[in-house]
């Protein structure tokens, strides 16, 4: 009963590095996105997909880029790593955009 | 304006006092409404959807206001594990497209 996975757990980059991180989902969700969540503040939507060969921006877009080849995978790639993207970042998927999330577990992202 | 605002935290009450929070949307068309809630540096995990007619789960009374456009959670009795951070979810339509959007949230700490 894995729900949704994020791999990995911790990471830390240098600055310019670029890198994936991967996202999986085992309910056959059709909804899946990308969030960052800095020290004392909300989720930030950074994109989403609605289902697999289509994905679209969400509020803080820029440095990131996603694709959606597969209903079960969603990774999300940092193109040159900065250290203003050092944050947490959260995978969601859900049935359809109107039903609840189910979030993995988060990946701790420091960039020097 | 913010598109969901959040009751300011921190709120600190007894053990077994009964505490509300608000959450408040300004767009009229929002369709779905969730609660979740999120202990320190872990996932959002959902709480409660919040229905029309409102809805309760166990010490958990989630309502919908439609026409002053905010919902509220209501915890009864309530425990030491309650200690987190509450965050509202409003599922939007603006034009032809829907939008996921996160409250900044309201901590709560329950203290014996």
């Known amino acids: 009963n894995a729900g949704v996975t994020q791999t990995p757990k911790f990471q830390v980059l240098k600055t310019g590095q670029s890198m994936t991180l991967q996202c999986a989902q085992d309910?056959?969700?059709?909804?899946m996105s990308w969030y960052r969540q800095d020290p004392g503040m909300g989720l930030r939507l950074i994109h989403y997909?609605?289902?697999?060969?289509?994905?679209d921006q969400g509020e803080v877009p820029n440095g990131y880029n996603v694709s959606r080849s597969t209903t079960e995978d969603f990774p999300l790639r940092l193109l040159s790593a900065a250290p203003s993207q050092t944050s947490v970042y959260f995978c969601a998927s859900s049935a359809t955009m109107d039903q609840p999330q189910h979030f993995g577990d988060g990946t701790r992202l420091s960039i020097l | 304006r913010k598109e969901v605002e959040q009751d300011p935290g921190p709120f600190n009450v007894p053990e077994g006092a009964t505490v509300a929070f608000n959450c408040t949307y300004s767009n009229s068309a929002s369709q779905s409404f969730f609660w979740y809630r999120q202990d320190c540096r872990k996932e959002p995990k959902l709480l409660m959807s919040?229905?029309?007619s409102g809805n309760e789960d166990g010490r958990f009374t989630a309502q919908l206001n439609r026409a002053s456009q905010y919902i509220s959670l209501l915890i009864r009795d309530s425990k030491l594990s309650d200690s987190a951070t509450y965050l509202c979810?409003?599922?939007?339509?603006?034009?032809?497209?829907?939008?996921?959007?996160f409250g900044s949230g309201t901590r709560l700490s329950i203290r014996p």
């Open positions: 309910m056959n969700h059709e909804y």
């Open positions: 997909s609605v289902g697999a060969g289509i994905t």
């Open positions: 919040v229905y029309s």
């Open positions: 979810v409003v599922n939007s339509w603006y034009s032809s497209a829907s939008k996921i959007i």
